[in-house]
């Protein structure tokens, strides 16, 4: 697998911080110390993340993590809409769009791993009428679109 992969920097870290650090004032619910750090780690990488990835790393701030520490933290911020599960990979990658979406589209390079997030405000319209025709309520979708990004297309 080649490896090419977008930088994060401190900003950006801290300013998902602070926006987490809103939501959570504005909501009444706890930042608690994993979640805070298990979000530091996401906003950190470079490239989607395992879970027992993100438990590794938690290490470095907690003593001895277990697997539910990291699960419950990840889980969370699903929920919250600041991570997104990236379900062909088994794997989480932080949200980095501004605003919230019923759906998320993912760009998924095959040859580096590179996941790249892309958003369509509304369900296309083909999809929203198979839905309604078989009289379906969509609450939310992600799509994933697997091939080879600009990167590896250009080195091939």
């Not at 930088?7 to 926006?19: D, G, L």
């Not at 619910?29 to 996401?42: K, S």
């Amino acid at each position: 697998m080649k490896k090419h992969s977008r930088t994060t920097t401190k900003a950006t870290t801290t300013m998902v911080i602070k926006k987490a650090e809103k939501h959570c004032l504005d909501k009444g619910i706890r930042l608690t110390d994993p979640r805070r750090y298990v979000l530091e780690i996401m906003a950190s990488a470079t490239k989607p993340m395992v879970a027992y990835d993100v438990l590794d790393r938690l290490g470095k701030y907690l003593d001895n993590p277990k697997p539910p520490t990291a699960y419950r933290a990840i889980d969370f911020w699903v929920e919250n809409g600041f991570i997104h599960r990236i379900e062909s990979l088994n794997a989480y990658t932080l949200c980095r769009e501004d605003h919230h979406h019923k759906g998320s589209q993912f760009l998924v390079c095959d040859d580096c791993g590179d996941v790249t997030e892309t958003h369509l405000c509304h369900l296309p319209d083909a999809l929203k009428s198979k839905a309604e025709n078989n009289d379906f309520i969509v609450k939310g979708w992600n799509l994933e679109l697997h091939g080879r990004c600009g990167d590896c297309t250009k080195t091939v």
